[in-house]
């Protein structure tokens, strides 16, 4: 069984930074590329970040370019997204999700796994 599990969600001042972990089990982690997407109350899912297992190369959002780094540590079977410069646009549920693909990508489709979820707030 499949098992994502986010942690280190929570309340942050804006301009301040945070590190969201993703637990993975019961998959081949090294051979699964691995996403970040947030939720917002009200709004769809959208992508933020993506890590591919061939090459570790990474895709991200425009919105958050220069602001958040994803990566994974294969030994740990974890992906983190380190977030700096939060916004207050940047609340929302964030999750974790595996793919199949080998190269990175934001269309929910490729992800076949998804964690629970993690909340962030920013106040302004």
């Known amino acids: 069984q499949v098992q994502l599990v986010e942690s280190g969600g929570g309340l942050v001042q804006a301009g301040g930074s945070l590190r969201l972990s993703c637990a993975a089990s019961g998959l081949t982690f090294s051979s699964s590329t691995m996403g970040w997407f947030r939720q917002a109350p009200g709004k769809e899912r959208e992508f933020v970040a993506s890590i591919s297992w061939k090459d570790d190369r990474t895709y991200s959002a425009d919105s958050v370019k220069g602001r958040f780094t994803i990566s994974r540590d294969n030994a740990k079977n974890t992906v983190l997204l380190q977030m700096h410069s939060l916004k207050p646009e940047d609340t929302a549920a964030y999750y974790c999700?595996?793919?199949?693909?080998?190269?990175?990508?934001?269309?929910?489709?490729?992800?076949?796994?998804w964690g629970q979820g993690t909340q962030v707030t920013v106040s302004s």
């Open positions: 999700a595996a793919s199949r693909f080998i190269a990175p990508g934001s269309l929910r489709a490729m992800y076949d796994y």
